[in-house]
């Protein structure tokens, strides 16, 4: 039971020191891939517009000494970049209907209600859910690789309409032979527990503790340097305290009398892992700073030898390179007797 009960405590914190960003095409959570990916192709000179999260934000910076107003869905005043900051017109139906999770605008809020701006950010730049860039994507279903269509997000500079336009394309979810690491991992894993062979068994849960340690550090160090649009100091701290975290179960997998508590832990974390982002399996667009096919392969192999390292687990005491289970030999036998 005392066992049982600290496998269970190191697992729940293993799961809380790798975490990782759940795939979603829209919401408040960050998402790890996407079907749908927004491309800038015109920007007007002297300002610097990027996508975020694939299709769901818009990333603006504006130098001073110029002015850009982003004009709403009614054309009304939203966003202002100028050099005292950063505003928003919270008369603007945008500023309610804009977001991840609308608001009913309140009544009367139309394109010629006076602004009332509302400061929200010092600096040049900031990021913003922009429907616009994704609202084909709601009226059609492309079913492989395609253009879905162009968007525009209406902008005045320094008194000069303009805008800031690009495409939205659709991308065929990848091949489902993406999950084959875990499908080998559930016919392995049990065949070799019948084998019996302490030794092998422990050499296995060797190979398989460093397969998801460093699986799960890579998928996750992948998704974190991933720029929104650039790294910040809080996701440089995130990805350093990953490394530590790695370095310490690995670690603590090295001393006998901890290895089984260190496999739950290392187990525990490469499967929360694996599932925090196995929206990379299932979406076209891979938004991590890794290649597509690097960051899928470390969340397939995370997702597979988390997995099949909580089995070894849980079958007792398989990791601990002992020969307990080997067969007694006959000068052993005739000892005991």
């Known amino acids: 039971m005392l066992r049982a009960s600290l496998v269970a405590a ?27 990916a927004a491309t800038i192709t015109s920007v007007p000179s002297g300002i610097e517009a990027r996508v975020v999260d694939g299709d769901q934000r818009l990333w603006l910076r504006v130098p001073p000494p110029l002015t850009v107003v982003v004009l709403g869905l009614e054309s009304e005043p939203y966003l202002r970049f100028s050099p005292r900051g950063i505003e928003s017109n919270t008369n603007s139906p945008t500023y309610y209907l804009n977001r991840a999770r609308p608001l009913t605008p309140p009544a009367g809020l139309g394109p010629r209600t006076p602004p009332a701006w509302k400061h929200i950010a010092l600096g040049e730049s900031t990021s913003w859910h922009e429907d616009r860039l994704h609202a084909l994507a709601l009226a059609r279903h492309p079913s492989g690789n395609a253009l879905v269509g162009r968007w525009l997000v209406p902008i005045v500079v320094d008194g000069r309409r303009t805008a800031i336009a690009g495409t939205l394309r659709h991308s065929a979810a990848p091949s489902l032979l993406w999950f084959w690491p875990l499908l080998l991992a559930a016919a392995l894993v049990p065949a070799l527990l019948r084998l019996r062979a302490a030794r092998l068994e422990a050499q296995v849960g060797v190979a398989l503790a460093a397969l998801a340690l460093v699986a799960a550090t890579t998928a996750r160090l992948g998704r974190e340097l991933y720029g929104r649009p650039t790294v910040s100091a809080g996701q440089l701290a995130l990805a350093g305290a990953t490394c530590a975290a790695a370095l310490a179960f690995a670690a603590l997998y090295t001393r006998q009398d901890w290895r089984v508590l260190a496999a739950a832990a290392i187990g525990t974390a490469a499967l929360y892992q694996g599932l925090a982002l196995v929206g990379t399996l299932r979406n076209g667009y891979v938004l991590a700073v890794l290649p597509g096919w690097a960051e899928r392969t470390a969340t397939a192999v995370s997702l597979s030898a988390g997995a099949a390292l909580l089995v070894a687990v849980l079958a007792g005491g398989i990791l601990e390179g002992s020969d307990e289970r080997r067969p007694a030999t006959r000068a052993e036998r005739r000892a005991v007797g």
Request: glycine content about 12%; charged content about 5%; cysteine-free.
């Open 10 to 36: 190191i697992a729940l914190a293993a799961a809380g020191a790798l975490p990782g960003r759940a795939d979603a095409h829209a919401g408040l959570t960050a998402p790890a891939a996407t079907s749908f």
